[in-house]
């Protein structure tokens, strides 16, 4: 069955006249919902701790800013954007006793819900906006996943919560691109998968492993580097255009030839994948990754460590900073200070 995809004319601003709509966080996703509803007329609040470095900058965008509980008593649908593991505690304490009767409660990731450390009561619709693009991008134009958590909804709320979810994806520009229908359970997951297995836990290793291997046989570090991680961009766009088949026709024959046959991605990768997501289907990878961040996070911290110093990372940043076009900057620089702003939110 094909997939259910909203556009333009699928969202009706008007559901959204009158009603308060408080942006929970000012990180990394915060800022452009905050800003994009504002921009199509939409009443919007920022929830921030008093102490947040985000409240002069959202200020300074002419937004208004209350704390978290007071933005939660006086809004009719509440987004939450700040990160997974920081979620639950938020709504514990300053939400959930402060919510108005009837408010909507809304994410732009299923983890909280589908894993069950957040569980608003019945009669508070639950819905999901969830572009599909890195970050720190704005949202407008991007791909969305659009999804209610209908379970145990009443079919009255169901209907409200499903005329709720395109009207907010409109107002935020997403509907430009197109809402994919999803529920909370395929969108957690799915986005897990792919950011272990692929995206994130699959390219990157890839990366640092080819170049670890051209080096430790004698080639220049700057021309492995150009070979296994600048040119990855390249690939990447064209498969965004077009998909598999357009990066690998845009591609030499050779190249092409070397793709069909290369068997280091084999069976076994396979097999390490379907593991992967098994333990996110059954909810040991959540809770793993929970539990160290309630612990402070030694493990979590320890890995950024490891692989924040791997080889490649002493050879990228000196090399992009000779391209004419970076400007002698790099963004790596700056990647400290804007994880943790993204985690102070």
Not at 204 to 221: C, R, S
Not at 293 to 322: C, H, W
């Amino acid at each position: 069955m094909a997939a259910q995809i909203w556009y333009e004319n699928d969202g009706d601003l008007s559901v959204l006249e009158g009603k308060k709509v408080a942006i929970i966080g000012y990180g990394s996703q915060g800022h452009a919902h905050a800003l994009n509803l504002r921009d199509s007329g939409v009443d919007v609040v920022v929830g921030l701790r008093p102490t947040s470095k985000s409240v002069e900058h959202a200020k300074e965008q002419g937004l208004e800013v209350k704390s978290v509980p007071e933005a939660a008593a006086e809004a009719d649908i509440i987004m939450i954007l700040a990160p997974d593991q920081y979620q639950r505690t938020i709504w514990a304490n300053d939400i959930e006793p402060n919510i108005k009767p009837g408010a909507a409660v809304a994410f732009a990731h299923g983890f909280n819900i589908h894993y069950g450390y957040i569980k608003p009561t019945e009669d508070h619709p639950v819905f999901m906006v969830a572009p599909k693009a890195r970050a720190t991008s704005c949202v407008v134009s991007t791909p969305t996943a659009v999804a209610s958590q209908s379970s145990w909804l009443s079919n009255r709320i169901r209907a409200a919560t499903l005329g709720t979810s395109p009207s907010y994806a409109k107002a935020l520009g997403a509907l430009r691109a197109g809402a994919i229908k999803t529920t909370f359970t395929e969108e957690t997951e799915t986005d897990l998968f792919g950011e272990q297995n692929v995206l994130m836990g699959g390219v990157n290793k890839l990366v640092e492993m080819g170049f670890e291997v051209l080096t430790d046989a004698g080639y220049q570090p700057e021309i492995a580097y150009f070979e296994v991680c600048h040119e990855l961009k390249m690939l990447v766009d064209l498969m965004n255009e077009g998909g598999l088949n357009k990066a690998r026709w845009s591609c030499s024959d050779t190249a092409q030839y070397g793709d069909y046959t290369n068997t280091v991605i084999n069976e076994d990768c396979r097999k390490r994948m379907q593991y992967h997501l098994s333990r996110i289907q059954d909810g040991s990878f959540a809770k793993e990754f929970i539990d160290d961040q309630d612990a402070g996070a030694p493990k979590f911290k320890a890995l950024q460590e490891e692989y924040g110093n791997v080889r490649i990372e002493s050879v990228g940043p000196k090399l992009r900073a000779m391209f004419s076009w970076n400007n002698g900057k790099d963004d790596d620089a700056d990647m400290a200070t804007f994880t943790g702003k993204i985690a102070r939110g």
